[in-house]
């Protein structure tokens, strides 16, 4: 690691490092992430920093071309924006509002049509409803939408027959289709990325505006390090600078190292920022990442959403939750109750049961209960479409229908009928 003494142009011109695990033998690790375009910002700290879960981009100068374009570019999100949310989260951290979540588990550069939004925002705001119902409390909207489209993966490498490719990332970094040419990861498609996200923007703010239900906020999972550096603005206060990439970005579940770049980006950063809580959390190291990501404890700063799955959550919570409470430190808590409960069905499919995600919310709840503290939202993976990805629901999906309309790129959503019957199992229990 670099020293303290170390230059910022130092820094930028040495880039940050790797993964050894994700850096093919070819790339040139230290030139692996050229410096953002200059005027962005002065001084990027994360770039000392091993970054994990980072491509190895097949081409450095396309790489280099794209990072510089993106640095011209229009903010997707305004300051004024991130604020607005900001002060929302505080809201539904003190108790007073409930945050809903929820979009695609990784988007579709191909599917970036007015009908595909407005049907996952009818599916939220019809959720929304119900859960203010349930709740009596203000319902706060976020997409995990207009640039979810990378993901974080376990196996660097898919293997099929005698063929072993790179995995497939997520469509800012490479195709899903398994094939040489489509899986070597290609940093043009930042920009498409960027293009995608910007007309899904003005689709949710256009239904946000004709449907009359308020704002509408993007979120998504700050894991290319390369796009989301490009893509940082100033303020209007000096010394602020925003991921103009989305209103709320999160650090994920296995980048959220203490020491690491994407925590490091995170606290540079004036957004409202999420990080994902897996199992293996001590609440010894949530209360150091509180203590680096939102030192003056700024409300609404920080939410920590939560991914235990339904046979651990009661226990596993408790210990978090409390420590936070006793410390005095006001943070959001959010379920996600979507990844830990993935199964595999007959026949290799990843798929996830309905039940299993009423009961992990409700354990969820159970536990706040208990704690006389407060459940603050649920962060799902869903679609308004009519896809047989999880199993269950009023109009069931059982295993041999997984195939019929199983068209996620990445894991399984919830579709309409289910994430509907998910809010009312919310309103039956605490209505």
């Not at 033998?25 to 879960?53: I, K, N």
């Not at 119902?133 to 976020?142: D, I, M, N, R, S």
């Not at 398994?178 to 910007?198: C, K, N, W």
């Not at 004709?210 to 490009?230: I, K, N, P």
Request: hydrophobic letters at 40%; a negative charge.
């Amino acid at each position: 690691m670099r020293t303290s003494s170390d230059t910022a142009d130092d820094i930028v011109a040495e880039g940050w490092g790797v993964d050894a695990d994700t850096a093919s033998p070819e790339v040139d690790v230290r030139t692996a992430h050229p410096a953002p375009a200059a005027g962005a910002c002065a001084s990027y700290p994360w770039r000392r920093l091993r970054a994990t879960q980072q491509p190895s981009w097949s081409d450095q100068g396309v790489l280099r071309a794209v990072v510089q374009e993106l640095g011209t570019r229009t903010p997707l999100v305004e300051p004024q924006e991130c604020e607005r949310l900001r002060s929302r989260l505080a809201r539904v951290a003190q108790g007073e509002a409930f945050l809903l979540q929820a979009g695609d588990c990784a988007e579709d550069l191909s599917q970036v049509g007015p009908a595909a939004v407005r049907a996952k925002l009818s599916t939220m705001a019809q959720m929304a409803a119900i859960l203010r119902a349930a709740l009596g409390v203000e319902v706060v909207t976020v997409g995990r939408m207009a640039g979810q489209y990378a993901k974080p993966r376990t196996e660097t490498r898919e293997q099929r027959g005698e063929l072993s490719l790179p995995a497939y990332r997520g469509d800012a970094v490479n195709g899903v289709e398994f094939h040489p040419a489509t899986r070597a990861p290609d940093a043009s498609r930042l920009l498409r990325a960027y293009e995608a996200s910007a007309v899904t923007l003005a689709h949710m703010r256009q239904f946000a505006e004709e449907a009359g239900t308020g704002e509408v906020f993007s979120s998504h999972e700050a894991l290319l390090l390369d796009y989301e550096t490009a893509l940082l603005r100033p303020g209007p206060a000096a010394g602020r600078r925003y991921a103009s990439s989305a209103s709320m970005i999160w650090i994920g579940h296995r980048t959220r190292e203490l020491d690491g770049a994407h925590v490091e980006f995170a606290r540079h950063v004036d957004n409202p920022i999420g990080v994902k809580v897996g199992p293996d959390a001590t609440a010894e190291e949530l209360l150091a990442l509180a203590r680096l990501v939102d030192p003056d404890r700024v409300p609404g700063r920080l939410t920590f959403i939560v991914r235990m799955g339904a046979a651990h959550v009661r226990r596993l919570l408790p210990p978090l939750v409390d420590a936070f409470a006793t410390a005095g430190v006001g943070v959001g808590w959010v379920c996600d109750p979507m990844h830990g409960n993935t199964v595999r069905a007959d026949g290799g499919r990843k798929t996830r049961r309905l039940a299993d995600i009423i009961a992990e919310v409700h354990g969820f709840f159970e536990v706040h209960r208990s704690l006389g503290t407060w459940p603050g939202g649920l962060h799902l993976e869903l679609t308004g479409e009519d896809v047989t990805e999880c199993l269950g629901g009023s109009d069931e999906v059982r295993t041999e229908h997984l195939h019929q309309r199983y068209t996620t790129l990445c894991d399984p959503r919830l579709n309409r009928s289910q994430s509907v019957d998910l809010a009312l199992a919310l309103l039956a229990s605490f209505g």
